[in-house]
């Protein structure tokens, strides 16, 4: 039997954040973020967090960013990778599962607070219609929800690997430029912490500018700071791109649940993102325009949406009901 509290996990490219998971209620207790680059293995990491614990923990659910098909694990954007079975033994878990990080995204948003989603536009969701959720970070993850059979269900994918979405002649531009780069262009070569670093280097190219040697944090800080026009441009642009996905996510699942917006990038520029392009882009598709201006989008503000799906995956598995 699984002891009261379990471990989850939500690993990402930068940062692995771990806390314990009540599985009665859900709630979320002794959480702690850890630098991936500290650490040469998800194991270590695990097993310093299980160290420090006023718990006994024998169950697990980790959101890892990559896909998860069958039992050998290897990031994305990181250099951990791991066999689950192994890992389980090596650890002396009952119970370990392991699950992409944006199903766990997506299956947090029945029990997020309220107050942790703000709504950008559209009307009222609609019970028990799918529910898109993407967001940029280190990636760009992409994760659907439905319900049925009284449970929630998260449909995966790695829809940040699409094509990357272009409808003026600037972003025609852009796509050229990054096609130069990197032959096929992805969405997520654009909507990433990468992104806006491979973005404000057209910009600033197409303006007839030497781009600067910028990390994606200082772009932002420049964009909102009014210090550098390319950088203003820059955060516009991947505004814009960010409703132009959103809006073929919404389309193609008939997202009258809502669409999500989560990842650690569009938090950081809220205000700015809620008078840019965003909205207009997302409602931007011709004759299904009134299609997609009654679907509301929400930005989740709060810090645990993996946490909290990784708990309420994992209260699911063992058969404990979410509302």
């Known amino acids: 039997m699984p002891n009261q509290f379990a471990l989850v996990g939500d690993i990402g490219g930068t940062n692995a954040r771990l806390a314990l998971c009540d599985l ?14 500290e650490y040469d293995s998800l194991e270590a990491v695990i097993r310093d967090y299980c160290s420090n614990s006023s718990e006994p923990i024998n169950t697990a659910c980790i959101a890892i960013a990559c896909p998860v098909t ?8 990181h250099t951990w990778e791991f066999s689950i079975s192994e890992l389980k033994a090596n650890l002396g878990f009952e119970a370990l599962e392991v699950i992409n990080d944006f199903t766990a995204v997506s299956l947090a948003i029945p029990v997020l ?8 536009g559209g009307g009222e969701p609609q019970a028990n219609k799918p529910v898109a959720v993407y967001g940029a970070g280190t990636g760009l993850g992409v994760a659907q929800l439905i319900h049925g059979g009284g449970l929630w269900h998260s ?6 690997h699409v094509d990357l979405p272009t409808c003026t002649p600037e972003e025609d531009a852009l796509l050229v430029h990054l096609r130069e780069k990197f032959g096929r262009v992805s969405a997520e070569r654009c909507l990433s912490g990468q992104g806006l670093v491979n973005i404000y280097q057209f910009i600033a190219t197409y303006a007839g500018n030497q781009p600067q040697d910028l ?35 919404a389309l193609t699942t008939g997202a009258f649940g809502g669409v999500y917006i989560a990842g ?9 993102f809620l008078k ?17 201006q009654q679907i509301p989008v929400y930005l989740i ?5 993996g946490l909290l799906g990784a708990g309420t995956y994992l209260r699911q598995t063992l058969g404990y009901t979410v509302s």
């Open 70 to 77: 069958e039992d050998w694990v290897s990031m994305t954007n």
């Open 113 to 120: 607070p309220i107050d942790e989603c703000l709504q950008i």
């Open 24 to 37: 009665q209620t859900g709630a979320l207790s002794e959480a702690k973020t850890y630098s991936g680059a």
């Open 264 to 272: 650690g990038i569009v938090p950081r520029f809220k205000e700015f």
């Open 276 to 292: 840019s392009g965003f909205r207009a882009a997302f409602e931007d598709k011709g004759r299904f325009k009134d299609y997609l």
């Open 301 to 305: 503000s709060g810090n645990e949406p």
């Open 155 to 160: 449909i995966p994918g790695e829809g940040g």
């Open 215 to 249: 990390e994606p944090k200082q772009i932002t800080e420049q964009a909102l700071n009014h210090t550098c026009k390319d950088c203003e441009r820059t955060l516009q642009l991947f505004c814009v791109l960010m409703g132009r996905f959103g809006g073929n996510l």
